[in-house]
């Protein structure tokens, strides 16, 4: 069989894109797209020991996790030992995920031109042929995505209030539709509220010097004004006003950034919290 390399590189580079995009949803990692590009470069590469001699169990794990390692580190940037090891046993379930699909290809199937070595995959495809089904199967995806996920709140305004050590505040609030932020870690709902509304409530530490009560955590964003970290704390209470009804929210967390909009609401209650509020 005549194995391309720029095919090799291709398949494999495309295939590492994906999955390190899943991870960064997965995750809520807010990453650069070039990083991911990046990540899924070193995957690439490493997919040439297709063209070595075959190699041992140990030797192709060994590789495997080197290059998983890598490409997390390429990718998403190191913060901490324990997002660290998210990211990279969320990659290598994503990895054994499709590895273990195309292997039952590989052996019921038999398709032509497909090849499995040093459990690196090899296909012969068209990379037009390769983006055009990813983007079908995107497009198939989003639309389930879409069907699935719940309505919104019929109203846009609410007012939050906030508990925090026998001190009270109140924060205007607007419902985001294209906010999906939650805590990495719980997976529970995040209120974005501008540091200017709770300052005096309760003081604001830096990402870069969180207290070490473990009471603060640090929330990656990703937006098209760009990607970083908010420090993000758990308030002891928390009620939202829905028309004339107060509703008590449990296991939410508040990320303070510097500033939203032009004055006319102090926070964002992105689709996580909404869920709860119908």
């Given at each position: ?9 291709a398949v ?5 894109f994906?999955?390190?995009l899943?991870?960064?949803?997965a995750?809520?990692i807010g ?10 470069f ?16 140990w030797?192709t ?6 290059t998983?390692?890598?490409m997390v ?7 901490s030992y324990?997002r660290?090891?998210?990211a990279?046993l969320l990659?290598?379930g994503?990895s054994a ?6 292997s039952?290809?590989?052996y019921?199937v038999?398709?032509r031109?497909?090849?499995?070595f040093?459990?690196?995959v ?6 037009w042929?390769?983006?055009?089904l990813?983007?079908?199967?995107y497009g198939v995806l ?6 699935s996920r ?6 846009r ?7 925090q ?10 419902y ?5 932020l939650?805590?990495p ?6 209120l ?5 509304a ?11 010097a ?14 098209l004004g ?10 002891q209470?928390m ?11 449990s296991d939410?967390?508040?990320a303070?950034?510097e500033?939203l909009?032009?004055?006319e609401?102090q926070?964002?209650?992105g689709t996580s919290l ?5």
């Amino acid at each position: 069989m005549i194995i391309y390399v720029d095919i090799l590189l291709a398949v494999n580079g495309w295939a590492d894109f994906l999955l390190l995009l899943g991870v960064r949803r997965a995750c809520g990692i807010g990453a650069r797209g070039w990083r991911l590009v990046l990540g899924a470069f070193i995957g690439a590469l490493s997919s040439c020991v297709l063209l070595l001699p075959a190699l041992s169990a140990w030797l192709t794990l060994s590789i495997k996790l080197l290059t998983a390692v890598l490409m997390v580190l390429t990718a998403y940037g190191w913060y901490s030992y324990r997002r660290f090891g998210k990211a990279l046993l969320l990659l290598f379930g994503l990895s054994a995920g499709l590895s273990g699909l195309c292997s039952a290809l590989y052996y019921f199937v038999a398709p032509r031109d497909f090849y499995v070595f040093n459990g690196v995959v090899y296909y012969n495809v068209s990379p037009w042929l390769l983006i055009g089904l990813t983007l079908v199967c995107y497009g198939v995806l989003t639309l389930l995505e879409r069907v699935s996920r719940r309505r919104a709140p019929t109203q846009r305004d609410f007012v939050v209030r906030l508990s925090q050590d026998n001190r009270t505040v109140q924060v205007r609030c607007l419902y985001d539709s294209g906010n999906h932020l939650t805590e990495p870690f719980s997976n529970q709902p995040v209120l974005v509220v501008e540091r200017a509304a709770i300052e005096r409530f309760v003081s604001v530490p830096s990402v870069d010097a969180l207290p070490p009560n473990g009471r603060w955590r640090v929330v990656p964003f990703d937006s098209l004004g760009g990607s970083g970290m908010l420090p993000a704390f758990k308030p002891q209470s928390m009620a939202v006003f829905v028309g004339r009804e107060e509703r008590t929210v449990s296991d939410c967390y508040v990320a303070v950034c510097e500033r939203l909009g032009r004055g006319e609401y102090q926070g964002l209650i992105g689709t996580s919290l909404g869920d709860r509020l119908i």
